[in-house]
């Protein structure tokens, strides 16, 4: 069981830049090392979406509709996942989760946190 607590939504202009954070907590330094971290997205109407992963090599990969635009990274030591979200779009908007995977399928802990791009 992983608790995952993630903050830094909130409305901000076409163009502009956001960070999110992901807390993860109930679990050790060397468990959460162990994790795939991931960033998935779901807007109204719409199926949620992957756009960002980290390994615990600290391979990375990116949705092609974020590809450029945004960077994963994790510090395992504060055992937390970021997302810097550059040149934001209205596409953009939609509840991000933060997820963990063990090798088969990533597993959403928290309660997501608002993201809106408009004008």
């Known amino acids: 069981q992983v608790q995952l607590v993630e903050s830094g939504g909130g409305l901000v202009q076409p163009g502009g830049s956001l960070r999110l954070s992901c807390a993860a907590s109930?679990?050790?330094?060397?468990?959460?090392?162990?994790?795939?971290m991931g960033w998935a997205r779901q807007a109204p109407g719409k199926q949620r979406e992957l756009v960002a992963t980290?390994?615990?090599?600290?391979?990375?990969n990116y949705a092609d509709s974020v590809k450029g635009r945004f960077t994963i990274s994790r510090d395992n030591d504060k055992r937390t996942v970021l997302l810097q979200m550059n040149s934001l779009k209205p596409e953009d908007t939609a509840v991000y989760y933060c997820?963990?995977?063990?090798?088969?399928?990533?597993?959403?802990w928290g309660q997501g946190t608002q993201v809106t791009v408009s004008s």
């Open positions: 980290i390994t615990s090599s600290g391979t990375t």
């Open positions: 109930v679990v050790s330094r060397t468990i959460f090392s162990m994790y795939t």
């Open positions: 997820a963990t995977n063990l090798g088969v399928q990533y597993d959403y």
